[in-house]
């Protein structure tokens, strides 16, 4: 696991003045006009987050083909200190994303760059100063924890990832310096041979800021023999592919090794571990245990508050409709389904029914019950096998309802539930594309049947009736002249 370091820290202390006209007090008065003022407070926070996984996360390898194109990279950088460093990569960024943007002179561009550089490095660096002391250190890294023979779990000295957002910058930025000897940059830090710099916009959506990008590149970094490979590449070519190769390989190893943590094993721990010593109905304790205290809020909410009644009243309106419509539309496909044992009338009772019943053993007044197109499938599925056996529909039609809920009460019992957590979204696409599959077919032979029942038979019918009709004409022909004959 890596590990990102967020930290903002100021540094406090205690000094005092030995005579008001001093110099020493008149710089301290320009601290303190500025609010650089001492004792001050440090607010330090460390979070582990996991690395990237290229083999399933498509953002992943999204930022590493498009920002190794656009990576800057600075191989045998000299650096007496972070803050130099860090100096020379912005300016590096800065300069490439204003000569493919910018018009402007040359004075101006130096101006702007140097504008740019410091913003970026007040947003990159904790500072803190009193007299002529200064602290500084960066405001947020991400770092990797590493095993060591005879010193076990330390956290990585010869790499370390820092980022920030700004306000002027319109596009995401990667650099990377590899620098020419090992740079001691503090705690923690000493012997760096790489820093990866990241700068994104301030109004990144979450997938795309700073620490997710960081995050990207710093799960590559992370590995110490791949450093010692970077370390011999001659060219910016051939450190972008080495970038890129490894990232590919670590999304087949990341593949395999899911493939191997899902087996029966595993997966029978991971889905019935609990917690406690019962062994059925472990779900429904912790449901009870944890809706209980606020089932009573749940119906009295809707009365508290000026303004509650009619958010309700609105939000009942607005149900009750979108309840109804499924319910008409699905309750007259089930009349005409099951030959009119299944009408609108009844499908709008039983969910009436089974809302309330809901509402009130699940607490939760305004839960939303509708009549959803499986549900009608399956009813004329049922209704087409009672009438080829010759059983009563509706009581073939209750054992059915019975028997499903004898399976919900076994799944409830024994927290079945967990299994979904290894369902993924395929499984639901492929349920989808069946009930689509199904009601297509049957569109397209209700469509047939009218279109056979409304157009060719009463064509055939229409010519019908014209051929006998005149048939009908010359017999009478025939008559009328067989009868003058005679005359």
């Not at 101006?108 to 740019?116: E, G, M």
């Not at 009130?360 to 004329?380: E, N």
């Amino acid at each position: 696991m890596a590990t990102v370091s967020m930290v903002l820290q100021l540094l406090g202390g205690d000094f005092t003045a030995a005579s008001p006209a001093s110099a020493g007090l008149q710089r301290m008065t320009s601290r303190l006009s500025n609010n650089e003022s001492l004792p001050c407070l440090v607010v330090s926070r460390l979070e582990k987050i996991p690395l990237k996984d290229f083999s399933s996360e498509v953002r992943a390898n999204l930022d590493i083909e498009r920002f190794l194109k656009e990576a800057t990279l600075l191989l045998d950088l000299e650096g007496a200190n972070i803050e130099c460093i860090v100096e020379k990569m912005l300016q590096s960024i800065f300069r490439a994303d204003q000569e493919s943007h910018s018009s402007r002179d040359e004075a101006d561009c130096s101006n702007w760059l140097d504008a740019k550089v410091q913003e970026a490095k007040k947003t990159l660096f904790l500072q803190a100063s009193w007299l002529d002391y200064t602290y500084q250190r960066l405001a947020k890294t991400i770092k990797s924890i590493s095993i060591i023979d005879n010193e076990g779990l330390i956290t990585d000295n010869s790499w370390l990832c820092t980022m920030c957002s700004l306000n002027g910058v319109h596009k995401r930025h990667v650099a990377i310096a590899r620098l020419a000897s090992p740079v001691n940059l503090g705690r923690s830090s000493e012997g760096v041979y790489f820093v990866l710099l990241v700068v994104t916009p301030t109004k990144e959506k979450g997938t795309k800021s700073d620490i997710e990008l960081g995050r990207t590149f710093a799960t590559i970094l992370a590995d110490s023999d791949f450093r010692q490979r970077l370390l011999l590449a001659e060219t910016e070519a051939e450190f972008k592919e080495m970038l890129q190769g490894h990232a590919q390989d670590l999304g087949e190893e990341q593949k395999i090794y899911r493939r191997k943590s899902l087996r029966t094993k595993d997966f029978m721990s991971q889905a019935f571990s609990y917690d406690s010593t019962w062994l059925l109905c472990n779900g429904i304790r912790a449901d009870f245990k944890r809706r209980l205290p606020h089932y009573p809020s749940d119906f009295m909410d809707g009365l508290r508050g000026n303004a509650t009644p009619r958010k309700v009243m609105s939000t009942i309106t607005f149900l009750y409709f979108a309840c109804l419509m499924p319910s008409i539309a699905f309750g007259v496909l089930n009349d005409n389904q099951t030959g009119g044992m299944i009408t609108v009338q009844r499908v709008i009772l039983s969910q009436s029914i089974a809302g309330i019943a809901f509402a009130l053993l699940g607490g939760q007044p305004l839960i939303v019950m509708l009549t959803t197109a499986p549900l009608a499938l399956y009813t004329r599925i049922i209704y087409d096998l009672s009438k080829e056996h010759k059983l009563d529909f509706f009581a073939f039609f209750g054992w059915v309802g019975l028997f499903n809920a004898f399976l919900l009460l076994l799944y409830s019992m024994f927290d079945l539930s967990k299994l979904m957590r290894w369902s993924t979204r395929s499984t639901e696409e492929i349920f989808a594309l069946f009930i689509s599959v199904a009601f297509t077919v049957d569109a397209f032979k209700s469509v047939y049947s009218n279109f056979k029942k409304f157009y060719c038979e009463s064509a055939t019918t229409g010519a019908g009736s014209v051929s006998n009709s005149t048939v009908d004409d010359a017999l009478a022909q025939r008559q009328l002249q067989c009868l003058r004959v005679t005359t």
